[in-house]
């Protein structure tokens, strides 16, 4: 397929309008009174918030793009078998947002033949908006962002996050953690993996991991961290896949180093 006729780099200016316009949203009902609902799995929730985020962001990306599909982490799927797809995570970190925590987002992606060509992450309360189009470097508002210098896991401050059922395990999550922490590496642990890649392609993160993640969670910030001149793999070194779950995203000076303290537990 060849490129849509409408520019990204001017469609870029109307998907970051949009994702403003879903963060006031946000922040106007940040601290207020809302519904909260438990999904599948021990706090995994959603509130009226995610809702009616996403519902306005279908409607503004639809309006940008009436051919593109739509993958939203609350609604699912429409048009999946179109070239491109809008993916959208309407409140990365849904948990800090319901405890008044004021560390959340809105992520919007888009991809193209598999390919992501556009990612837009908004953080409404700090009116951070890091964006990014394919070849064209990732910024932070209109400052050009790249990632950090640090040559060693050793000297590296860390992020991560863990999955729902972190109760089960799974991929040995909990001793791969326990192994870094005891080397006395800082790790973080945010609440939002769209910000964990935000802020590690803006040097703040030296490197991200983590085991169980939907493609809301990564399409953009995955672009973010690329363009930053960073390097994004799976568990092992593997080629990063969008519908795959697990990600190491770094700086790429210590991204071989991390991949392989992961790798020293079994998984």
Same mark, same amino acid.
């Given at each position: 397929m060849t490129q849509p006729t409408l520019s990204l780099d001017s469609l870029v200016r109307d998907v970051i309008a949009a994702s403003h316009e879903a963060g006031a949203l946000l922040a106007g009902g940040f601290g207020t009174a809302f519904?909260?609902?438990s999904k599948t799995g021990r706090h995994n929730l959603v509130t009226e918030y995610d809702l009616r985020c996403e519902a306005l962001l279908r409607d503004r990306l639809g309006a940008l793009l009436p051919e593109a599909g739509f993958l939203g982490e609350e +609604?699912?799927?429409?048009?999946?078998e179109a070239p491109m797809q809008w993916i959208v995570d309407p409140l990365d970190g849904t948990v800090n947002f319901a405890h &008044?925590?004021?560390?959340?987002? #809105?992520s919007i992606a888009l991809v193209i033949d598999g390919s992501? /060509?556009? &990612?837009?992450?908004?953080?409404?309360?700090?009116r951070e908006t890091f964006w990014s189009v394919r070849s064209k470097g990732a910024w932070l508002n209109d400052q050009r962002l790249g990632v950090s210098a640090a040559a060693s896991v050793h000297d590296a401050l860390l992020v991560t996050g863990f999955p729902y059922n972190v109760q089960d395990n799974p991929d040995h999550c909990i001793e791969q953690f326990s192994l870094i922490v005891r080397q006395g590496i800082p790790v973080r642990r945010l609440g939002s993996a769209a910000l964990d890649l /935000?802020?590690? /392609?803006? +040097? @703040?993160?030296?490197?991200?991991?983590? #085991?169980?993640?939907?493609?809301?969670?990564? /399409?953009? +910030?995955?672009?973010?961290?690329?363009?930053? +001149?960073g @390097?994004?793999?799976?568990? &092992? &070194?593997?080629p990063f896949r969008l519908h795959h779950a697990s990600i190491v995203a770094t700086n790429g000076h210590i991204h071989d180093e991390l991949v392989s303290w992961l790798g020293q537990v079994d998984a």
């Open positions: 519904s909260i609902q +609604g699912g799927g429409t048009n999946t &008044g925590i004021p560390i959340f987002c #809105v992501i /060509a556009l &990612g837009v992450i908004h953080h409404p309360l700090l /935000a802020y590690l /392609a803006a +040097g @703040r993160f030296d490197g991200f991991w983590e #085991v169980r993640l939907h493609p809301w969670d990564m /399409a953009a +910030g995955v672009l973010l961290v690329e363009e930053a +001149g @390097r994004v793999t799976h568990y &092992g &070194g593997a």
